[in-house]
């Protein structure tokens, strides 16, 4: 029996590994030296995992003693607000849950109608107090893919001598982003969204002196994450910065694609709602909800017909719940409920979303005729 080659449209969740990535991580496993030995092989695996520190500082325009490896960009986004001796942590309505969930006491920011963080209310919130502040903005929302202002929440954070930290692994890749001039003082980022192995992130630091160890052992990643590092992930999320990096261009060009996507969704169904349509939005991202059709019967159906697509973040257990990103730019929880994304990648082809189309127009028919 022949297989049918699915069609991956859930690059926000994870994108598949590249062949060069999978290459680079079978030859490191194939060396055992520990990175932190002195002898020969030890040397080695220091220098594999010294030259992915430069490829990734190189992707984020960064400096290479600006990166600690992490185990994912969770890891980066938890430690960056736990070690920063802040009073109060200033959030957005869309954060990842990575920073939603990290203490009980958060000050939420909202954002407005159309998903962009409302800057007169974050300037508002770093007034109001004089306690030390630590804000936490997206790059780029994980649903939407819509674009934060991030520079302006530096400018901000700078005026109000707030620290500020960026998590960036849904940008990273994706567009262009440089650590230096975007004024952040830490940035989350991760390796598997952009085809590296899953299981490795970075967080990139300003100023080192205000991370604490967050994990204790050994002096390896600059003495703030004790124990042997994943040489091999490490290597692979290397290989993947460089591709990434070089297929920047390409990846804008996806853009196209998803708009015309969009365009037949909204043929089909005139009514859909796409979330940040007329936005800057990452290139590759498209949120849409379609009234009375529940997000898992799309999912459920579409993953039927081959099709790989999500309702939302992918880091929910794989529940597909309420969707607080939407809830926070006021839409109605009926439709809300009804959302799906599909986000393209690297190995996005015009037949992939002929055969999306196909299916989802499928969905909506037999729709109309249950109704």
């Known amino acids: 029996m022949t297989l049918t080659k699915r069609s991956y449209l859930d690059f926000n969740a994870t994108a598949p590994s590249r062949p060069e990535v999978i290459d680079a991580v079978v030859t490191s496993m194939r060396r055992w030296g520990n990175a ?3 002898h020969k092989d030890g040397r080695v695996a220091r220098s594999c995992v010294e030259k992915a ?6 992707l984020v325009g960064g400096s290479t003693k600006n990166v600690i490896f992490t185990g994912s960009g969770t890891e980066a986004n938890n430690h960056a607000l736990r070690s920063v001796d802040a009073e109060r942590l200033i959030v957005s309505a869309i954060e990842h849950e990575s920073i939603i969930n990290i203490r009980k006491d958060i000050v939420i920011c909202p954002v407005r109608e159309n998903g962009i963080l409302d800057l007169g209310a974050l300037e508002q919130l770093l007034s109001d107090s004089k306690k030390q502040t630590t804000v936490s903005i997206m ?3 994980n649903e939407t893919g819509i674009i934060q202002p991030v520079k302006e929440v530096a400018r901000l954070t700078q005026k109000f001598g707030a620290f500020f930290h960026c998590d ?3 940008a990273v890749g994706k567009i262009p982003v440089n650590f230096e001039s975007l004024g952040a003082d830490s940035l989350a980022i991760s390796a598997h969204k952009i085809g590296g192995p899953q299981g490795v992130g970075a967080l990139v630091c300003r100023n080192l002196k205000n991370i604490s160890s967050f994990i204790h052992g050994g002096g390896q990643e600059s003495g703030l994450r004790g124990g042997t590092e994943n040489v091999p ?3 692979g999320y290397g290989v993947a910065a460089d591709a990434a990096l070089s297929g920047l261009p390409s990846f804008s060009n996806l853009a196209k694609l998803r708009n015309a996507m969009e365009c037949r969704v909204l043929k089909i169904k005139p009514d859909a709602m796409v979330f940040g349509r007329d936005l800057n939005r990452l290139p590759n991202t498209s949120k849409f909800a379609t009234k009375g ?3 898992e019967v799309q999912v459920v159906g579409l993953d039927l017909d081959g099709i790989s697509i999500s309702a939302g973040s992918a880091c929910s257990s794989g529940r597909i719940e309420t969707p607080y990103v939407l809830a926070a730019m006021g839409v109605p929880e009926e439709l809300g409920r009804c959302a799906i994304r599909v986000s393209l990648g690297w190995t996005t082809t015009g037949d992939d979303i002929d055969r999306f189309i196909a299916s989802w127009k499928s969905l909506c028919d037999r729709k109309l005729v249950n109704n």
């Open 36 to 38: 932190s030995s002195v």
């Open 53 to 58: 520190r430069e490829q990734v500082a190189a």
């Open 139 to 141: 790059f780029a929302n």
């Open 168 to 170: 960036a692994v849904q």
């Open 233 to 235: 992930g490490i290597v």
């Open 293 to 295: 059709l529940k997000s």
